[in-house]
């Protein structure tokens, strides 16, 4: 007697389920699924290839300056913020 295929097996289960299932319950799992292996990925593996090292070419000013504002948000590549440096 011939034994099925390992994948005949899963396919076999995978439309037993589809057909005990509603349709919206299958789509509910197979988004599920992708969501879950996507935040696993997220959380395992680097995203982007940052620099090793940061390396300065001016004096750094100080932190209640504009100017550390400035180099703060190309540093980090984003938006400046236009508000008054805190007065602590």
Same mark, same amino acid.
Do not use: C, Y
């Given at each position: 007697?011939?034994?099925?295929?390992?994948?005949?097996?899963?396919?076999? %289960?995978?439309?037993?389920?589809?057909?005990?299932? !509603?349709?919206?319950?299958?789509?509910?799992?197979? #988004?599920? *699924?992708?969501? +879950?292996?996507?935040?696993?990925?997220?959380?395992?593996?680097?995203?982007?290839?940052?620099? %090793?090292?940061?390396?300065?070419?001016?004096?750094? !000013?100080?932190?209640?300056?504009?100017?550390?504002? #400035?180099? *703060?948000?190309? +540093?980090?590549?984003?938006?400046?913020?236009?508000?008054?440096?805190?007065?602590?």
């Amino acid at each position: 007697m011939a034994r099925a295929p390992r994948n005949a097996k899963r396919t076999t %289960r995978l439309r037993e389920f589809a057909s005990t299932h !509603p349709w919206w319950q299958t789509a509910l799992l197979v #988004i599920g *699924l992708l969501a +879950l292996i996507t935040a696993v990925g997220g959380l395992f593996f680097r995203v982007g290839d940052g620099p %090793r090292e940061i390396v300065l070419n001016a004096q750094v !000013p100080p932190v209640s300056s504009p100017e550390f504002t #400035i180099a *703060l948000s190309h +540093l980090v590549n984003g938006p400046s913020s236009a508000a008054e440096p805190s007065r602590s």
